[in-house]
């Protein structure tokens, strides 16, 4: 067992140790996941997850070789659209189509509803703080507005902002101080000061993009954000200063979310949602959540 153990990591190190940066290859096969393929996100062991495994309602666990299966299937009527863990290894889900963010149990894999609430339009992306502080996107797609939310805990949604565009993609800095939002329809990121109890302040325009559409995003260690580009088929890599430092183009073109994960955290692993697979690059510098062994 532990030989096959092995033989499984060197088929992902390998591979990732001569792979050039910033050049896309496939990591799963096509056509495995819904067109509403979302919301990656590994864990401690490597593995990775990403909603919608086969067909939507679902959550799909991706082995670091790139070998799929399903995970869990959550309850008739929802569907989710981003994953993040907390402290515990539990997972929570933007449930966007019953209106919940929901939480599978570490242990067991039973799903329960974290917080519900009625003002919720579609819970998209989220996010999480050292602290378990949850920050949640909230589109309107019909309307093109949106609201942005920070959950404390289970039942406890406090209302951030309710005057945005149609937001979705949303990342903390590495030193929690900022918190990054986009809007989808108006192509603008915007960031806001973020103090320890989670209140943000001091809204400004961080980057505006002229065309294509933008989805999930995620910072690496430097503080640089990755947006994707959804109809581009790019990684757009944003510094803290708010400069374009590159973009990476991947094979397809509806990018839809990104994640870091790899033996040194410099691995990116990219949902497309019109191949229905997942496509990874390296990048030069590791994600900011990465810790070394």
């Known amino acids: 067992m532990r030989s096959l153990k092995v033989i499984l ?3 992902f190190y390998i591979p990732c140790l001569y792979a050039q940066h910033y050049e896309p290859r496939d990591f799963t096969a096509e056509n495995i996941f819904s067109e509403n393929i979302e919301g990656p996100n590994t864990d401690k062991a490597g593995n990775l997850y990403v909603v919608n495994f086969q067909k939507d309602g679902t959550i799909g666990l991706v082995k670091p070789n790139g070998e799929a299966e399903l995970y869990v299937t959550l309850p008739e009527g929802s569907v989710a659209n981003a994953i993040m863990f907390d402290k515990k290894g539990n997972m929570l889900l933007a449930d966007w189509k019953g209106h919940n963010v929901l939480k599978v149990d570490a242990k ?3 799903v329960s509803v974290y ?5 919720f339009n579609q819970p998209n992306d989220l996010c999480i703080s050292k602290t378990g502080k949850l920050f949640a996107s909230d589109p309107n ?6 609201k942005l939310w920070r959950i404390d805990g289970p ?5 951030l902002d309710d005057k945005m565009g149609t937001t979705n993609g949303i990342e903390l800095s590495p030193d929690e101080t900022k918190l990054y939002v986009n809007e989808s329809v108006q192509r ?3 960031v806001f000061d973020v ?5 943000i302040s001091n809204k400004k325009l961080f980057y505006e993009f002229d065309d294509f559409g933008l989805d999930g995003m995620k910072c690496d260690k430097s503080g640089n954000l990755y947006v994707t580009r959804h109809g581009k088929g790019t990684i757009a890599i944003i510094s803290p200063e708010g400069k374009l430092l590159r973009e990476v183009q991947m094979k397809g073109k509806l990018t839809s979310n990104i994640t870091f994960g790899g033996p040194q955290g410099k691995t990116c692993y990219v949902t497309l949602q019109d191949r229905k697979c997942v496509e990874v690059f390296e990048s030069e510098v590791a994600g900011k959540r990465f810790r070394a062994p």
Do not use: P
């Open 115 to 119: 917080v519900h609430s009625e003002q």
């Open 141 to 146: 797609w019909k309307e093109s507005t949106g």
């Open 108 to 110: 067991t894999k039973a």
């Open 195 to 199: 103090d320890k109890k989670g209140n």
């Open 9 to 11: 990591l060197l088929c």
């Open 188 to 190: 603008k990121v915007w």
């Open 155 to 159: 039942g406890k949604a406090v209302l």
